[in-house]
T-cell receptor, first 114, second 112 residues
Framework: EAGVAQSPRYKIIEKRQSVAFWCNPI?????LYWYQQILGQGPKLLIQ????????DSQLPKDRFSAERLKGVDSTLKIQPAKLEDSAVYLC????????????FGPGTRLLVL | DQQVKQNSPSLSVQEGRISILNCDYT??????FLWYKKYPAEGPTFLIS?????DKNEDGRFTVFLNKSAKHLSLHIVPSQPGDSAVYFC???????????FGQGTTLQVKP
């Protein structure tokens, strides 16, 4: 069984530029999560989807971050415009049906904003 | 407000000895706790979990202990192996939302 796929693996941009990350969850998993992990900290949930609907986006900085999961499968996370403090690893995870089940993480996208 | 804390950023142990990783939490509504392990350039992988109705859960070399009165849990690895060298994250959730709150992580180094 293939795991959670993410691309790109690394991205370097200048502040005020835009960037997008892509995630393909494990086949058949209904729930998808985006986390931000800043160096020295644990992952912090940005947004959770159940199929193509948003369950929790309370910690998503909506003035610059957006995410979508249009067909209930893969998802994109966008930052526009990026700030220096957005430098982090962006992790995508999925679980079979609900968040009460084990979450499986992708390898992450490491973003550096200069 | 850090609801889940791992106060030791790093731990170094000798191969074959016991590794003990600690985690403290503040929210008494947490009812499920998990440990994730992370190697460099990889995503976290689930290791072991424990429900708040238990005080111990064991899986091979890994045992998690929960002390609800102290709001403290620990992960014991016996015996430690060099392949256990990784960052270990403690996480907690409440049953109604399922949202995971992670600690800062502890980097474990097991020396041969």
């Amino acid at each position: 069984e293939a795991g959670v796929a993410q691309s790109p693996r690394y991205k370097i941009i200048e502040k005020r530029q835009s960037v997008a990350f892509w995630c393909n969850p494990i086949s058949g998993h209904a729930t998808l999560y985006w986390y931000q992990q800043i160096l020295g900290q644990g992952p912090k949930l940005l947004i959770q989807f159940q199929n193509n609907g948003v369950v929790d986006d309370s910690q998503l900085p909506k003035d610059r971050f957006s995410a979508e999961r249009l067909k209930g499968v893969d998802s994109t996370l966008k930052i526009q415009p990026a700030k220096l403090e957005d430098s982090a690893v962006y992790l995508c995870a999925s679980s079979p049906t609900t968040s009460l089940e084990t979450q499986y993480f992708g390898p992450g996208t490491r973003l550096l904003v200069l | 407000d850090q609801q889940v804390k791992q106060n030791s950023p790093s731990l170094s142990v000798q191969e074959g000895r016991i590794s003990i990783l600690n985690c403290d939490y503040t929210n008494s509504m947490f009812d499920y706790f998990l440990w994730y392990k992370k190697y460099p350039a990889e995503g976290p992988t689930f290791l072991i979990s424990i429900s708040s109705i238990k005080d111990k859960n064991e899986d091979g070399r890994f045992t998690v202990f929960l002390n609800k009165s102290a709001k403290h849990l620990s992960l014991h690895i016996v015996p430690s192996q060099p392949g256990d060298s990784a960052v270990y994250f403690c996480a907690a959730r409440t049953g109604n939302t399922g949202k995971l709150i992670f600690g800062q992580g502890t980097t474990l180094q097991v020396k041969p």
